[in-house]
């Protein structure tokens, strides 16, 4: 009796370790094999991009065509049972004004993409662990899983078991199983995540030994960070325009990732290093410095540009120097040249040599942001004023699209294209 109890004891033992072990996948596809839950999660994912499709928030990623070049492109139409789809290329239509990034828009050119040959990565995003079926959630973990994307399945999981309470225990035995963890007594712990470009955060469960190992990590990754912004924000002294090394990013973005650089790197040792720990403090107090000098001049520069452009220009000159990736002020600079052109209205200009100047800034803002109206508009502006029609017809006409007809620059707009006729 004795070795009989063992022996049911034991295979109890070895039945509720099993149990712990699948308990996740069980509750919604018992006995089911990851390869078959991969092929489920293909199966589902054509519903899931409708319904992103119906909430006007449809998918979007950067895809490679023809294995030579990259494309930020967005679903268009998912087609039949969804394997393959109609995306469209994305083109700029704006920038932020406060941070670095672009405001995009569906171009003309159409792609067809399986989603087996979308990254994993990118599929993983379309996910809101919090939102998201919970069955759902568990396919598109052992999908992430199957791809070695085990960061992600954690995150995307662990925003599951925050909304979902009662299946914590199984997304913890789940992810000792996948990370070949011992499962703690009390459980895994909580670790916030945020990432310091986008500053998206979210949350990880770990061990206490696995928390450590991605502190150290993390400290490393500060450490780099640091040096990565200080390199590109370039010389700190100095008058604004005027120093040898001029910022490589913008400066507004520069201070806002020195901003969430705690929570990005918190709990790590970097912050128990005093000398790195100024060093960051340094770099946002002259980052903070330049902005309000910037923020000044820019305003004194707006103030006047209509009765003085030349000496706006001058202004916003200097600040294409100082922050020479924030496309604002190569864009006002343009603004105060046209200004100074003095268009008119029959043809021709008071000022051919600054109509050249924002003509040779205008052109290029319109190839960067294609799909901006104003940029467009402006182009065609300065064309017309030199006489060439066939190219300004080329601009007015592509910012007739894109304009608001109710706006005073679609009405601008409307008189240039008359006097094309």
């Not at 704006?94 to 989603?115: I, L, S």
């Not at 990732?257 to 790195?276: H, L, N, P, Q, V």
């Not at 205008?362 to 960067?368: D, G, H, K, T």
């Not at 601009?395 to 007739?400: I, M, R, S």
């Amino acid at each position: 009796m004795i070795r009989l109890g063992s022996f049911t004891l034991a295979l109890c033992a070895a039945l509720f370790a099993g149990h712990l072990h699948a308990g996740l996948v069980d509750r919604y596809f018992p006995g089911k094999k990851d390869e078959d839950l991969v092929k489920e999660f293909y199966k589902r994912l054509p519903d899931h991009l409708r319904n992103m499709m119906s909430t006007k928030n449809p998918p979007r990623a950067l895809l490679t065509v023809n294995k030579r070049s990259t494309v930020f492109a967005e679903l268009k139409q998912v087609q039949g049972k969804g394997d393959t789809n109609i995306w469209v290329e994305l083109l700029r239509s704006n920038w932020f004004t406060n941070a670095a990034g672009f405001a995009w828009a569906p171009g003309e050119a159409q792609f067809y993409f399986k989603n087996s040959d979308i990254p994993p990565a990118v599929v993983a995003s379309w996910f809101d662990g919090r939102t998201a079926a919970p069955s759902d959630v568990v396919l598109l973990a052992i999908f992430l899983a199957k791809n070695n994307e085990f960061t992600l399945a954690n995150m995307r999981l662990t925003e599951m078991s925050e909304e979902h309470k009662d299946m914590r225990a199984d997304v913890e035995a789940w992810l000792c199983e996948r990370n070949k963890w011992t499962l703690p007594e009390g459980g895994l712990h909580l670790v916030a995540v945020r990432d310091i470009v986008s500053g998206q955060g979210g949350a990880m469960l770990m061990t206490a030994e696995a928390r450590t190992a991605h502190l150290a990590k993390l400290d490393a990754k500060a450490r780099e960070t640091l040096d990565t912004l200080a390199a590109a924000r370039g010389d700190a002294a100095g008058d604004l325009g005027k120093r040898k090394n001029a910022p490589t990013e913008r400066l507004d973005e520069l201070k806002n990732r020195c901003d969430r650089f705690s929570d990005c790197f918190r709990g790590t040792a970097f912050f128990e290093d005093s000398e790195k720990v100024q060093k960051l403090e340094a770099l946002k107090k002259s980052l903070e410095a330049d902005l309000e000098i910037i923020k000044s001049m820019a305003e004194g520069a707006e103030g006047i540009i209509k009765q003085d452009p030349v000496k706006a220009a001058s202004t916003f000159e200097t600040l294409t120097k100082a922050d020479p990736f924030n496309t604002t002020w190569k864009s006002r600079l343009a603004y105060c040249w046209f200004l100074d052109g003095n268009l008119l209205m029959g043809g021709g200009c008071s000022n051919a040599k600054s109509m050249k100047k924002a003509a040779d800034l205008y052109e290029p803002l319109a190839r960067e942001f294609p799909l901006n109206g104003n940029l467009n508009l402006f182009a065609g502006a300065c064309k017309y004023a030199a006489g060439d029609r066939d190219s300004a017809k080329k601009y007015l006409e592509k910012a007739e699209k894109l304009l608001d007809p109710q706006s005073s620059d679609y009405r601008f707009l409307q008189d240039l294209l008359k006097n094309l006729k």
